[in-house]
């Protein structure tokens, strides 16, 4: 073969790699030299684009006025009532966030068996024990927010109001586990003695009798 | 008359024609051949690294945090419906249980290196998109797309690895017909969710309308 078919045969195959080779190609513009979040840095001593806040600043939003609200006391002493009237919504938020963030310990219904407590955690209390039945809504704030024992601090987890959120619905668990009959509506008890089911919002029985819908029981993984 | 002969002598074989029409044709099949192969290379994960699971400095598992513990993601990813970024745990929350759990493993050395040092765990990106591309996890989470229709069966993966391409196509082939992927709003974090009569479309249709989802393909959405 001739040198210049050579060539340009080399030529043609050059072209065609360049041309397959050019999308791996990941240049300027998709990485712009501006810090985003979790892109290093070389210009700090620690490595971090994100910098920590400076000691004995206060950032836009964080109240530290409102004792009760921010810190689960009154007078120095936990408080036995919450910042701001419980309402179903705030129930069923700290329902949400119960099932986020005590659940593994705790178990869904506070009993202190959940799964890290299978693998060898040590056990808590249950939340059904006379004691902790007894504490007022302060100390579940406080134990929220600064640990306690070997549990450590969930305040960077949960934000304030989150945790007044989980309170009420701790409160909310232990009631449940001691309920009687005679804290069914007057009107419902009836049905409610005849094994009919009760509609949560209204404590009425339900329109219906169908079952409830299993598919929304399931624990959210399989 | 006669006919007249040309006077030049026939300089090409006749067969030259057909050489011809060979090549121009084939011109074109090897350019839509290149083409094609191009768009290939393009998709494939040797380009979008899809499917690669990542080596990372704690061989942290999805499949036994996610699944089998049955951790909920926004105990680790806690932003992630309220801002752009799911955000990667600080080594706190690995210290939350490892303080106690598995705390003499080697292989958490890193992680307890970490926690005495106050230096990052340099956990390796999975996924990157460009930064021209403007990209909010809340939006979408509030919208009910799981986070299993863009990052596959987390809960199954040991080591993680990107599902999708990330590329534009993927974004916008969601954004044209949304029906065909959301969800319950409650679903949204599950793994494996299914349709419970398994007519999605129809599923979907009802919740467009039910939570006003209206993605856009204007440009500007996506590159600001």
Request: proline share 7%.
């Amino acid at each position: 073969m001739s040198s210049r078919v050579m060539a340009r045969a080399l030529g043609v195959a050059a072209f065609g790699l360049a041309l397959v080779a050019a999308p791996g190609c990941r240049q300027d513009m998709h990485d712009q030299p501006k810090y985003v979040p979790y892109r290093g840095s070389r210009f700090f001593k620690d490595g971090r684009s994100a910098r920590p806040r400076i000691p004995g600043t206060v950032s836009r939003g964080e109240r530290d006025d409102d004792t009760l609200l921010v810190t689960g006391k009154a007078d120095g002493k936990l408080a036995e009532v919450f910042p701001e009237p419980v309402t179903l919504a705030m129930l069923e938020r700290g329902h949400q966030r119960f099932d986020i963030f005590c659940s593994p310990c705790h178990d869904r219904a506070g009993t202190g068996q959940g799964m890290i407590v299978m693998r060898g955690y040590k056990q808590p209390t249950s939340f059904h024990d006379e004691r902790l039945r007894g504490m007022p809504p302060g100390y579940f704030f406080d134990v929220i927010s600064n640990g306690f024992g070997v549990m450590p601090s969930y305040a960077a987890q949960v934000p304030v109001a989150d945790r007044w959120a989980i309170a009420a619905y701790v409160r909310a668990l232990q009631l449940s586990q001691h309920a009687t009959v005679a804290d069914v509506p007057a009107e419902s008890r009836t049905a409610f003695l005849e094994g009919k089911t009760l509609d949560p919002k209204t404590g009425l029985p339900m329109q219906d009798a169908a079952p409830p819908d299993g598919r929304a029981a399931g624990s959210g993984h399989e | 008359m006669g006919i007249i002969r040309p006077r030049v002598p026939q300089v090409f074989h006749r067969s030259t024609n057909t050489i011809a029409r060979v090549t121009i044709f084939g011109a074109l099949i090897v350019v839509a051949a290149a083409g094609y192969g191009l768009a290939l290379v393009n998709r494939s994960s040797y380009v979008t690294t899809a499917g690669l699971a990542i080596e990372q400095p704690v061989p942290f598992s999805h499949r036994h945090h996610a699944g089998e513990l049955g951790i909920d993601c926004r105990y680790c990813h806690t932003s992630v419906e309220i801002s752009a970024k799911a955000g990667i745990p600080p080594t706190q929350t690995c210290m939350n249980c490892h303080k106690q759990i598995w705390s003499d493993s080697p292989m958490l050395e890193p992680v307890r290196a970490s926690f005495r040092t106050d230096a990052s765990i340099p956990w390796v990106k999975v996924h990157d998109l460009p930064d021209f591309v403007y990209f909010n996890h809340s939006i979408h989470i509030a919208k009910g797309v799981g986070c299993e229709t863009c990052h596959g069966r987390i809960d199954h993966m040991n080591l993680t690895w990107q599902q999708n391409s990330l590329q534009m196509e993927w974004c916008l082939e969601c954004h044209r017909r949304p029906e065909r992927y959301v969800r319950p709003k409650e679903e949204v974090f599950k793994m494996g969710w299914q349709p419970p009569n398994g007519d999605q479309l129809a599923l979907g249709r009802e919740l467009l309308e039910a939570n006003r989802v209206h993605p856009k393909t204007d440009c500007d959405t996506c590159h600001r």
